[in-house]
């Protein structure tokens, strides 16, 4: 599988009952833990003080990302996305093999 650095920027709709904005938040965490057992997604942050999240997600191709991974979450219709493929740096400290 690839690795994509994901930027997720969440714009939730004028208008939109908070209740439904409640509804879809909670079936996200449960859609992000089974991105992560499925090994899709590795890591994510937050940036201090912002409501955006940077994560590390992996996917055969950056179509399989965002139509069958991040395309899957339920917040996705009011999500901007900016998708960087990233690849092993040769002087990567956390790489297996690396001194």
Do not use: C, Y
């Not at 690839?2 to 209740?19: C, D, H, I, M, Y």
């Amino acid at each position: 599988m690839k690795e994509f650095l994901v930027e997720l920027t969440t714009t939730v709709p004028e208008g939109t009952e908070p209740a439904e904005v409640d509804r879809r938040r909670a079936a996200e965490a449960v859609r992000a833990k089974e991105l992560a057992t499925a090994g899709h997604l590795v890591r994510l942050w937050r940036p201090v003080g912002e409501l955006r999240s940077i994560g590390l997600w992996r996917a055969a191709d950056e179509d399989e990302l965002r139509e069958k991974v991040i395309g899957t979450l339920p917040l996705w219709p009011w999500m901007t996305a900016q998708v960087t493929a990233v690849q092993p740096h040769p002087n990567d400290p956390g790489r297996p093999g690396a001194a």
